[in-house]
């Protein structure tokens, strides 16, 4: 079975800044994809970016990138340029060959103006 | 925005009584999910389809029954509700190795 393990509970940066969340994954699979979403006080989930195993390229998305180590099994995000509207949960999530997913407990971050 | 509905959005019900909650889209995809999200547990999995009449199992599958007779409703029955089933719930859709996109949610609460 696979996990998904998001050690911060709790983070906070201040606006214009950078901050990193991290995610590590177990998996014996070797073609699978990873997504960060973002949750909102609305709880409407969001994708923020998605990432292919296949791919040794980093994904990015304007201000949000991955960090994809695949030996490690780590999947962290960058968030550049912090904005107050970047205040939210956010979910690590790993999807594999058959469609199934799964989340990690998430992340909540502050943006501090 | 991937074409999601949820309802009914907010519900309080009785320890003992059925609850139905329907998901419905617009998109065509293949895949329907509906998870429960509850503090300090992320979203975990209860049941999913992959077709139509097509269902499994997820993490969190006791206490809960799902149907899907049309590609764009996918039901999700709670046959007799606890209050360990309160909780928010969310529907999502892919398709094939694709990205999941999910509905507004549905707050439940079981008295």
């Known amino acids: 079975a696979q996990t998904v393990t998001q050690s911060q509970p709790e983070m906070s940066v201040q606006e214009a800044e950078t901050v990193t969340l991290s995610c590590t994954y177990d998996t014996s699979e070797n073609n699978y994809y990873l997504f960060w979403y973002k949750q909102p006080p609305s709880r409407q989930m969001i994708l923020v970016i998605r990432q292919e195993a296949y791919k040794q390229q980093n994904a990015t998305e304007n201000r949000f990138s991955v960090n994809f180590q695949k030996a490690a099994k780590s999947f962290s995000l960058k968030i550049s340029d912090s904005q107050l509207g970047d205040t939210a949960m956010y979910f690590c999530a790993f999807m594999n060959t058959g469609n199934q997913f799964y989340f990690g407990t998430g992340t909540s971050l502050t943006v501090i103006p | 925005d991937a074409g999601i509905t949820q309802s009914p959005r907010h519900k309080v019900t009785e320890t003992g009584t059925p609850v139905t909650l329907r998901c419905h889209q617009t998109?065509?995809?293949?895949?329907m999910y509906w998870y429960r999200q509850d503090p300090g547990h992320g979203l975990r999995l209860i049941h999913y389809s992959y077709g139509v009449k097509d269902t499994d199992k997820g993490e969190v599958s006791d206490g809960y029954s799902v149907s899907r007779s049309k590609t764009e409703d996918f039901l999700l029955t709670l046959e007799s509700a606890t209050s360990s089933q309160t909780s928010v719930y969310f529907c999502a859709i892919s398709e094939e190795g694709a990205t999941q996109y999910f509905g507004p949610g549905t707050r439940l609460l079981v008295l």
């Open positions: 998109e065509n995809h293949r895949y």
